[in-house]
């Protein structure tokens, strides 16, 4: 989330932006997340439990969670995943979490947001045996090792401000692989400004430099990578059309 919000939508729609997701990472955020949708028009919300506070997941969290989960707008589980290079929470606590919140996107039939930070190889062994039948979108995308097996199992990758970095070639080369019909771009504001605004608050217009960065790895137009993640967005999270 952005510091003032109406300033960053007004800047949104002057640069294409029509619908804005904004991410949920603890019961505040979220709550937070439906307030915002609650207010504007083309605010839609994400509720879920960041890896890093893992340890606060319980059954009276996935409670409130789950009522936040069911309020109006709110089109996604996440985000949610494991976080194995900061480590802030125990990595057994952090699956326990992300299986919980698996079982609560599979039960309300709302897809999922995933952050996988250094633990490429244990988050796809836990979709692949707890994920069976949801929608999975792999946020941030930052594991362009696996691209081709994230592509077979039928995920969506999302790509965020760090594709533009200098150091991120491999992250540009698998943004030339993802399928069309799987591909996102997000901001992640306000982190992973893209570049030239790295190192200052990111916010949800920048998202055109990322299109351009990944049109570019895609040998496309910036309109064909705006056409298609926007149309991919619209279905992943049940969004209106025509936007």
Known sequence: MVADTDAALVAARAAGVGLVVTIGIDLPTSRTATELAARHAEVYATVGLHPHDAA??????????EELARR????????????????????????????????????????????VR???????????????GVTVVLHCFAMPEFVDECMARGYYVSFAGNVTFKNAEALRVAAGRVREDRLLLETDAPFLSPVPFRGRP???????????????????????????????????????DGT
């Open 56 to 65: 606060l997941w319980s059954d009276q969290f996935g409670a409130e969670l």
């Open 72 to 115: 109006p707008k709110v089109v996604a589980i996440g985000e949610c995943g494991l976080d194995f290079y900061r480590n802030l929470a125990p990595r057994d606590l952090q699956e326990r979490a992300f299986i919980a919140q698996i079982e609560l996107a599979r039960r309300l039939r709302l897809p999922l947001v995933i952050h």
């Open 118 to 132: 250094d633990a490429a190889e244990e988050a796809l062994a836990v979709l692949a045996r707890e994920a069976q």
């Open 202 to 240: 990111n916010e949800p217009a920048r998202v055109a430099v990322t299109a351009e960065v990944v049109a570019a790895a895609r040998g496309t137009s910036v309109a064909r990578v705006a056409e298609i993640t926007t149309a991919n967005a619209n279905r992943v999270f049940g969004l209106p």
